[in-house]
């Protein structure tokens, strides 16, 4: 099979690999669009011990099964392997599982290739009208659903006013997510001005430079994960209010604790989804509560290194990029 291959920091080739082998309970699926993730570009920058080179990156995949009994059964993939087996995959937090495995991992290579190996019971059946390169999405979009879930939950269930910093596929999915889940005012704080023109036309979210100070969220999601952003959360989110930590752009730094302290703020780490949130998310797309999922723009597999360096050049307006095999 053709795969791209993470081979050194900001390197990625083309290359002739051997096809992956299912194990037991796994089958083949031919990749037919797989997105871009922002943990793909930390690794292409030589900045996630957990991706070390050589690697083939990407976990956002849709595809058809080519092998076992359900072969030719187009799917979305669900990237996160789990042990189902121990006290967090039978209380249904299975994201916790102590054994879990992410594909684009040393040893369950990602999608950016023609063909990946993959759990059979990962793997979530597409109707017809949904496109491998919207299904693609259910799993950035997947990462937001469970988030808001969860900050609705801090909240006793209700949130009016909804704050995001980041307006990528991970923070304007998020946004998709809150309005299906019941929120109202949402605002998305994104510097990039291609990408906020891009987010202004896409939907009716308030689209902004910088964060406003006039408002108090009742959540607030970091879909960035910098000092910054984790500085603006902590200051402008309501007392009593949660914020929710998504982005993993930097280890540490930000938060203000003295505040977070007085005002009782609820500070919740959120990474991925559960099984159930995937097959949630999944739904909502098919339904179209999500939108029409057109926001995001498509190149070749072969066009991933230039995809990667206009990305990091931030001169992709979309907050996905699809690569196609």
């Known amino acids: 099979m053709k795969a791209l291959v993470y081979t050194a920091a900001e390197t990625l080739r083309m290359a002739d690999l051997p096809d992956p082998v299912p194990q037991t309970g796994e089958v083949l699926v031919r990749v037919e669009a797989v997105g871009i993730c922002g943990s793909d ?4 920058l030589g900045h996630d011990e957990r991706r070390p080179p050589p690697l083939i990156l990407g976990h956002e995949v849709a595809g058809t099964i080519a092998s076992g009994p359900r ?5 979305t993939v669900n990237p996160l392997a789990t042990c189902g087996a121990c006290p967090a995959c039978l209380s249904g937090r299975d994201n916790l599982c102590p054994d879990r495995h992410i594909i684009s991992m040393p040893g369950r290579e990602g999608g950016f ?3 990946i190996r993959s759990p059979e019971r990962n793997l979530v059946p597409l109707p017809d009208h949904v496109p491998a ?6 799993e950035p979009l997947a990462c937001g659903w469970h988030a808001v879930r969860r900050g609705l939950q801090s909240l006793d269930g209700g949130a009016d006013r909804v704050l995001i910093l980041g307006g990528g596929a991970i923070g304007f999915g998020a946004a998709l997510c809150a309005r299906a889940l019941g929120c109202h005012s949402i ?11 891009k987010l202004a036309g896409a939907d009716s979210f308030e689209v902004l430079e910088q964060p406003p100070t006039d408002i108090a969220p009742d959540l607030v999601i970091d879909a960035v994960g910098i000092a910054a952003t984790r500085q603006n959360a902590s200051d402008l989110v309501r007392p009593g209010g949660s914020i929710l930590h998504i982005g993993l752009g930097q280890a540490s730094d930000g938060l203000n604790i003295r505040r977070m302290t007085l005002q009782e703020i609820t500070f919740i780490g959120t990474y991925t989804y559960t099984q159930q949130d995937f097959h949630d998310c999944a739904q909502a797309i098919f339904d179209g509560r999500l939108g029409p999922c057109n926001w995001t723009e498509t190149r070749t597999l072969g066009d991933g290194p230039a995809a990667f360096a206009d990305i990091l050049g931030n001169r992709i307006a979309s907050p996905k990029l699809v690569l196609l095999p």
Not at 71 to 75: A, H, L, S
Not at 133 to 138: E, G, N, P, R, S
Not at 187 to 197: A, S, Y
Request: net charge positive; aromatic share 4%.
């Open 41 to 44: 570009m930390h690794a292409f």
């Open 71 to 75: 072969k030719g059964q187009r799917v």
């Open 113 to 115: 290739a023609e063909l």
């Open 133 to 138: 390169t919207v299904a693609c999405l259910t």
């Open 187 to 197: 605002t998305i704080i994104e510097p990039n001005p291609l990408r906020r023109e």
